[in-house]
Nanobody, 126 residues
Framework: QVQLMESGGGSVQAGGSLRLSCAYS????????MGWFRQAPGKKRDGVAV????????DYADSVKGRFTISRDNAKNTIYLQMNTLKPEDTAMYYC???????????????????WGQGTQVTVSS
C-alpha cells in the first residue's frame, strides 16, 4: 500500500519561496505518475505539477509555469515542489498524489491519481 506524507508548507509573503516535500512508502515504479494538486477554500482541487516517478513527462498548470518546479529523489523516496515568486492566489492546501496505473505520459487529471497525502497548507500574503 502506497502512503504519502507532505511537509514544507507555511506562510510567506508574496514574492517568497517554499519547497514542499512528499515522502512516500510502498512501491512506486518509474512508470507511475506522481505530482502535486491544490485546493483553495470553496474551490475544486486542481493539478499543479506532475511527473513520472522515474523522471520526465512533466506537466504544469499554466498558472505556475516558470515559477514552480517538480523534482524527485528516488534514493529518498521523495518528490518535491519548489515554488518561487509566490502569489496570494497560490494560497491553498497542497496535496501529493500518485497514480496506480502505469503510463508514459503524465497529465493533470485528478481522476488518474489514486493515492493521496493529507495535505500541507500554503498561505501567501500580499
Amino acid at each position: 500500500q502506497v502512503q504519502l506524507m507532505e511537509s514544507g508548507g507555511g506562510s510567506v509573503q508574496a514574492g517568497g519561496s517554499l519547497r514542499l516535500s512528499c515522502a512516500y512508502s510502498g512501491y512506486i515504479s518509474s512508470t507511475q505518475c506522481m505530482g502535486w494538486f491544490r485546493q483553495a477554500p470553496g474551490k475544486k482541487r486542481d493539478g499543479v505539477a506532475v511527473m513520472l516517478a522515474g523522471g520526465g513527462s512533466t506537466d504544469y498548470a499554466d498558472s505556475v509555469k516558470g515559477r514552480f518546479t517538480i523534482s524527485r529523489d528516488n534514493a529518498k523516496n521523495t518528490i518535491y515542489l519548489q515554488m518561487n515568486t509566490l502569489k496570494p492566489e497560490d494560497t491553498a492546501m497542497y496535496y501529493c498524489a500518485a497514480a496506480r496505473d502505469h503510463n508514459w505520459s503524465c497529465r493533470l487529471r485528478l481522476g488518474e491519481y489514486n493515492y493521496w497525502g493529507q495535505g500541507t497548507q500554503v498561505t501567501v500574503s500580499s
